[in-house]
């Protein structure tokens, strides 16, 4: 296998200890592995490790029922034709498409995904986001985004979660998007032609890592970088749970799953020398559906159509589409509204992950129609991960009025100071048999030890100005930045977390996270947001009576 690394030269170092993004060089990409070093010290507490085997058994359980021994033969046979597996030029971008057609053939089965090879190409993002170019990116061939510009309406059910397809029954091609500050090759560079990407982050299932070196170094970068990229994956994306990933280092790979409670690398193996490990992770990638890749069937992503003003001398008026986010509670459905109120807490991946919006209800007049809805009045959503034992706010308000009810006081009157709820309640999946509903859980860890990223390799210090500012995106938070954002100004704790020990500390307390939304029933402004200090002073006064 060819893992061809576009690593940069010893003149082109621009940040410490040689731990830069596929780069050349820009202060862009410098100031993303600042930032990993951060992501990676934000990990490093959660950071746990599991067999190969544990990993499929924990993560990835339909793919061990869904392929048989049989299959995984068959595929074996087909790529020892023709030394595959063997070959150092065979990628794993050129295997997985081997593997899929095999499967086609065999089973008329289509792959959700495409593996492709595209170290050189930045997926738009939807938040702001550095430059970021993984050697490999899963990615849907049927996004997930609900489009009016290119979808037919009349064909699904609000509630269906299944991909759609438009009426000529072909997968939709995601829009092509010229990038601010594309990526350029050196032939296309002096030509003067900017690449294009088609690529939206939205529709990245996983991300993987590759190096044609084994040594320290590459191991660190890889794993650096892959949780970089599972962060901004997760931070980009409300329509996420988690995220795969791998790295591959020569001939050993690794297996990476990011939850909200934890993350988890399974133990190395040699693809060639375990073949089937590897195979059964190109099936997984290749042919799960989108909820068991990570994607959340309870929200997707929207175009939404937002009229723009009439001009007055012509007469007519022009539309312009924003994305947006719909969410299902229940059997209710909201959608966003503008950018969020809050999702900063967001960017962590272990965290409780949470973003408040804008929203109003939508009433479809036509259930197999979902382009077509009227909204209600707007409310506030909240969509976060809480510990498993944790008592929903709804239920805390209650013990409050009960125990005010029971001294005597007037709960009537203490009701007024609080938010009211529509909605609080755990997220809903289908079970494994699609007959039932399941609370959304984090992963059990039970099986999982701790673990430690590979100590840096010593090397001089390189001083580098970290970049100050993201570029400007599609949804912003209206919310004041967060001061336990990563700032990549700094990487010294970083380095100290992501050398530590796994042998000197233990995990915290196993726990698992439930997956909570709550509607409120007024939309509410963040007080570092208001303007005069009367409107301050009298919500203080609320808020300690």
């Keep these: 296998m060819d893992g061809r690394s576009t690593s940069p030269t010893a003149s082109d170092i621009t940040s410490v200890n040689s731990e830069s993004p596929h780069c050349n060089g820009c202060r862009e990409d410098s100031d993303a592995a600042w930032r990993c070093l951060r992501v990676a010290e934000g990990m490093a507490k959660s950071l746990t490790t599991c067999s190969v085997d544990a990993w499929f058994r924990q993560y990835a359980p339909r793919s061990l029922t869904r392929w048989s021994d049989s299959d995984i033969d068959g595929i074996l046979r087909t790529l020892e034709e023709t030394d595959m597996l063997k070959m150092e030029g065979s990628h794993i971008s050129t295997i997985s498409k081997a593997v899929a057609q095999h499967i086609k053939t065999t089973k008329g089965l289509s792959p959700t995904t495409r593996i492709e090879y595209t170290p050189h190409e930045c997926s738009v993002p939807d938040v702001p986001s550095y430059a970021w170019f993984p050697n490999v990116r899963s990615t849907l061939i049927e996004s997930q985004t609900i489009d009016q510009r290119q979808r037919q309406a009349g064909s699904v059910q609000p509630a269906a979660y299944e991909s759609m397809a438009p009426e000529s029954g072909q997968p939709?091609?995601?829009?092509?998007?010229?990038?601010?500050?594309?990526?350029?090759?050196?032939?296309?560079?002096?030509?003067?032609?900017?690449?294009?990407?088609?690529?939206?982050?939205?529709?990245?299932?996983?991300?993987?890592?590759?190096?044609?070196?084994?040594?320290?170094?590459?191991?660190?970068?890889?794993?650096?970088?892959?949780?970089?990229?599972?962060?901004?994956?997760?931070?980009?994306?409300?329509?996420?749970?988690?995220?795969?990933?791998?790295?591959?280092?020569?001939?050993?790979?690794?297996?990476?799953?990011?939850?909200?409670?934890?993350?988890?690398?399974?133990?190395?193996?040699?693809?060639?020398?375990?073949?089937?490990?590897?195979?059964?992770?190109?099936?997984?990638?290749?042919?799960?559906?989108?909820?068991?890749?990570?994607?959340?069937?309870?929200?997707?992503?929207?175009?939404?159509?937002?009229?723009?003003?009439?001009?007055?001398?012509?007469?007519?008026?022009?539309?312009?589409?924003?994305?947006?986010?719909?969410?299902?509670?229940?059997?209710?459905?909201?959608?966003?509204?503008?950018?969020?109120?809050?999702?900063?807490?967001?960017?962590?991946?272990?965290?409780?992950?949470?973003?408040?919006?804008?929203?109003?209800?939508?009433?479809?007049?036509?259930?197999?129609?979902?382009?077509?809805?009227?909204?209600?009045?707007?409310?506030?959503?909240?969509?976060?991960?809480?510990?498993?034992?944790?008592?929903?706010?709804?239920?805390?308000?209650?013990?409050?009025?009960?125990?005010?009810?029971d001294a005597g006081a007037d709960d009537k009157d203490a009701a007024r100071y609080f938010m009211e709820y529509e909605i609080d309640e755990v997220a809903l999946l289908p079970n494994e048999n699609e007959t039932g509903l399941e609370d959304d859980l984090t992963s059990d860890m039970q099986t999982n030890k701790p673990a430690s990223y590979t100590p840096k390799v010593e090397t001089p210090d390189i001083e580098v100005a970290p970049a100050s500012s993201l570029r400007d995106s599609q949804r912003t938070s209206t919310s004041h930045k967060d001061a336990s954002h990563p700032d990549p100004s700094d990487s010294t704790e970083a380095t100290q977390w992501t050398d530590r020990s796994a042998t000197q500390e233990t995990l915290p307390r196993r726990y698992r996270r439930k997956h909570v939304r709550t509607i409120f029933k007024h939309v509410c402004q963040s007080m570092y947001e208001l303007s005069d200090w009367d409107t301050f002073v009298q919500c203080m006064r609320h808020l300690i009576k």
């Excluded at 992950?353 to 009433?363: C, D, G, K, P, S």
């Design 172 to 405: 939709q091609v995601p829009q092509a998007v010229a990038l601010e500050k594309a990526r350029r090759d050196d032939d296309k560079y002096k030509r003067g032609e900017e690449q294009k990407t088609t690529m939206n982050l939205s529709d990245v299932a996983a991300v993987g890592e590759v190096k044609r070196g084994e040594g320290q170094s590459d191991r660190r970068d890889n794993e650096l970088k892959i949780c970089g990229g599972a962060t901004e994956l997760l931070y980009n994306d409300p329509c996420r749970r988690f995220v795969n990933g791998f790295t591959i280092e020569r001939r050993r790979m690794r297996l990476w799953r990011f939850e909200r409670t934890h993350v988890c690398v399974s133990k190395e193996f040699s693809f060639h020398r375990a073949p089937r490990s590897f195979l059964r992770f190109l099936l997984y990638l290749l042919f799960s559906s989108p909820r068991d890749l990570g994607f959340d069937p309870n929200v997707r992503r929207y175009f939404e159509r937002v009229p723009e003003e009439t001009d007055p001398s012509s007469g007519a008026g022009s539309d312009r589409h924003e994305i947006a986010y719909r969410y299902q509670v229940g059997n209710r459905y909201f959608l966003t509204q503008g950018p969020p109120i809050s999702d900063q807490a967001a960017y962590w991946v272990v965290s409780q992950a949470t973003r408040v919006w804008r929203v109003r209800e939508m009433h479809f007049p036509d259930p197999s129609n979902e382009y077509e809805y009227t909204l209600g009045e707007p409310m506030a959503l909240k969509d976060a991960y809480l510990l498993e034992d944790t008592v929903l706010d709804s239920g805390i308000k209650e013990q409050i009025m009960a125990s005010l009810r």
